[in-house]
């Protein structure tokens, strides 16, 4: 009853939050005060509860090394001129009759070399957007794609903090899992690139009137070279090089860039590194390139720091145990996944974020996929194809609300448009359900 209690309150708390706009990691932390308690009450010591903190906050760690160089690669990429040419190269060769589809496709690929959703929304889905609104198209089919594109990145890319989350949690391989989930989203991409399409021919516009890629070329040198920080991510990913040192060297990079082409100085350099890159207030690109920076992601550092103290209190405390021997239940690999699936949707609508769903549906169904031999590869294959994309599909998670306040669209109006976060799933649950009917049946012949 006390957790279901301490549930309630963080729930009512982050929703008060998000509705507020404040900061999600207060209640988060008001949230792990309420089941400190409840373990004190449960007779553990504070010293117990410390060290189950601890325990719990190191496997952050990993992750919160790639915060840091994601804060630093974001910066320096939009001083180098790298997210500006992308954004420049991606509007200079739209056909207005194909805008949906392209949006999608644009935000596929930023995301994909950024790794982060929230970036690529607040850049070219903010520029897309823009150009949207001086259509007559519908902005939510419009926003559901951008949204769409934005956590293909977000789910598969090396630099992203949740696929590498997810690696951390699993102990599992990051490349490996890149693979894996490329090869589960092969359907449901292709099959999002037609829905975008017919979208696209059916919305058409006639013209889209920006002065965009203007204002981009007089205020940076646009040109390949300073797509080199962007191509040696690429060329890392396929040699499956360490992730932070490919970071590393394109953050070195494209610092030189910033200072022999773009003519900044080493001290804008290391500033726009540390507290992330801004134009001057007369600069009509000053809302739409901007951010990035280590200090912007002590956020998101807190939220999944503070969630993964709080997994420890549930795995040493044991709170959970009731629904983790409910879980226990599931005896195939569609009931696992199926469990998966049903557990980071809840989780993700209590939590309201996307850490905390990929953190506790981890930590309840890790046990169920040990209990039938089920490789760890697999668990995190099936916690990116569930929680990952699903939390962005909840109005009131961080992963759908932030992104629809930035492009100023509707918080739900998106949701069917976003095709890709909930084709990904489905797909999948398909694809298992048969492939284990196949399974039972091959059993059944081989006994006969």
Not at 17 to 22: D, L, V
Not at 164 to 176: D, G, I, K, S
Request: with cysteine; glycine share 6%; aromatic share 10%.
């Amino acid at each position: 009853m006390d957790v279901i209690l301490g549930m309630s309150i963080t729930f009512v708390a982050l929703i008060f939050s998000i509705y507020k706009g404040i900061f999600v990691g207060y209640p988060l932390i008001f949230g792990f005060i309420i089941f400190s308690l409840v373990s004190l009450k449960r007779g553990y010591k504070i010293t117990d509860i410390i060290n189950m903190s601890i325990n719990g906050g190191k496997k952050s760690f990993v992750v919160l090394k790639i915060f840091i160089l994601i804060g630093a690669i974001t910066g320096i990429w939009m001083a180098s001129g790298t997210v500006p040419s992308i954004i420049y190269y991606g509007i200079k060769y739209i056909k207005p009759t194909y805008f949906i589809l392209y949006s999608f496709l644009i935000c596929c690929v930023v995301s994909l070399l950024l790794g982060s959703s929230l970036a690529t929304v607040s850049t070219v889905g903010v520029a897309l957007i823009l150009i949207a609104k001086s259509t007559n198209v519908n902005l939510n089919i419009v926003a559901g794609s951008i949204i769409a594109g934005a956590y293909f990145g977000d789910r598969c890319s090396p630099m992203s903090s949740s696929a590498n989350l997810v690696a951390t949690l699993t102990e599992t391989n990051l490349y490996t899992n890149i693979v894996n989930m490329f090869k589960t989203s092969i359907i449901p991409f292709i099959l999002s690139i037609i829905i975008y399409l017919i979208l696209s021919i059916q919305k058409s516009i006639n013209f889209v009137q920006t002065d965009l890629t203007k204002q981009i070329v007089q205020t940076y040198k646009i040109n390949l070279i300073v797509l080199l920080p962007a191509i040696v991510i690429l060329i890392s990913s396929i040699l499956k090089l360490d992730v932070k040192i490919s970071m590393l060297i394109s953050i070195l990079l494209a610092s030189i860039i910033a200072i022999t082409l773009q003519n900044c100085t080493l001290n804008q350099v290391i500033n726009y590194i540390l507290f992330g890159f801004h134009l001057d207030k007369s600069n009509p690109l000053e809302h739409i390139i901007k951010g990035g920076g280590i200090i912007s992601m002590w956020k998101a550092s807190l939220v999944v720091f503070i969630s993964s103290a709080l997994s420890g209190i549930f795995d040493g405390t044991k709170m959970l145990s009731l629904i983790e021997t409910f879980l226990l239940k599931a005896k195939t690999r569609f009931n696992l996944f199926t469990y998966t699936l049903i557990t980071s949707i809840i989780i993700a609508a209590i939590g309201c974020n996307q850490s905390i769903a990929i953190i506790l549906t981890n930590h309840l169904m890790n046990k169920s996929y040990k209990n039938i031999n089920i490789e760890k590869f697999t668990l995190a294959l099936d916690i990116e194809n569930t929680a990952v994309v699903l939390a962005a599909l909840i109005p009131w998670n961080i992963a759908a609300f932030v992104p629809t306040i930035t492009m100023g669209v509707s918080s739900t109006g998106f949701i069917p448009y976003a095709v890709y976060l909930y084709l990904v799933p489905i797909i999948n649950f398909i694809c298992i359900y048969f492939s284990s009917k196949k399974y039972n049946k091959r059993l059944l012949t081989s006994s006969c």
